[in-house]
């Protein structure tokens, strides 16, 4: 009998292994190198649903008045294709960057562009990789306006658009914690017309920032993130040579 307990232990205590293993598998724990936080290199902004490059590119430019090398990636599609896809292009970027010399990498990715960097980080060891990241107005849990797009003009809905749609499949394969040593500052405006809830940015192990906890008066829309002076003061500062902290006033703008 003595044996039969003990047996059925072992049976037990295996089968929590195993489901350990699945759920370790499933999700991105990667604890492998992490690059030197003292050594800022290229950035490189992925634009989100529709691929438009214009407003990132006047955020690329204040980053390169900074002394930075900054890069707005072309989407596949113009943003509307896979995100696996598009995550592909960004890894293919990564890859250049850092074999063209550069120390390390930093990421902004604004709207979906920080859904295709989260599928980066989980599908291609993005935490070895990229020093920093920075995401604005990102809908990692999904919009409810992709819903609404998938249920009722579904040809006007593309593979994007199907994928951000709330507890789609491939949202629910990125909701896990970020890799333990991945900086991440994710900020969202409360203002958000496109992203709804806009707390649908909100990730799990990175600094969490709703715009208006620090500045209580700006109106800034999704559109307007990446061209908002608070905002711009704020990836300027997080994408510096000081440690990524929560930030704890409302920028001074100029």
């Known amino acids: 009998m003595r044996f039969w307990l003990l047996g059925g232990a072992g049976l037990v205590a295996v089968a929590l292994l195993v489901l350990?293993?699945?759920?370790?598998?499933?999700?991105?724990?990667?604890?492998?190198?992490?690059?030197?936080?003292?050594?800022?290199?290229?950035i490189l902004l992925v634009p989100g649903y529709g691929g438009n490059r214009a407003a990132l590119t006047e955020l690329a430019g204040r980053l390169t008045a900074e002394g930075r090398t900054a890069q707005v990636l072309t989407l596949p599609g113009e943003g509307t294709g896979a995100l696996e896809e598009q995550a592909g292009v960004l890894d293919a970027a990564v890859t250049d960057a850092l074999a063209g010399g550069a120390p390390s990498v930093d990421v902004i990715g604004y709207s979906a562009g920080g859904v295709v960097t989260r599928i980066w980080v989980k599908d291609h060891r993005g935490a070895e990789k990229a020093r920093r990241v920075v995401s604005l107005?990102?809908?990692?849990?999904?919009?409810?306006?992709?819903?609404?797009?998938?249920?009722?003009?579904?040809?006007?809905?593309?593979?994007?658009?199907?994928?951000?749609?709330?507890?789609?499949d491939l949202l629910d394969s990125i909701d896990d914690r970020l890799p333990a040593g991945l900086p991440w500052l994710s900020i969202w405006t409360t203002n958000d017309e496109t992203v709804q809830p806009p707390d649908s940015a909100r990730l799990d192990g990175a600094i969490n920032l709703p715009l208006q906890t620090l500045c209580p008066a700006a109106r800034t829309t999704h559109s307007g993130l990446p061209t908002d002076p608070y905002v711009t003061a704020l990836v300027i500062e997080a994408l510096g040579d000081d440690p990524l902290t929560e930030p704890a006033s409302c920028p001074a703008v100029r």
């Open 20 to 42: 350990v293993g699945v759920r370790l598998l499933g999700g991105d724990q990667d604890d492998g190198p992490r690059p030197d936080q003292a050594r800022p290199g290229t």
């Open 137 to 168: 107005g990102s809908p990692l849990h999904g919009t409810r306006l992709a819903g609404l797009g998938a249920s009722f003009a579904r040809a006007q809905c593309p593979a994007a658009c199907q994928e951000l749609v709330p507890g789609s």
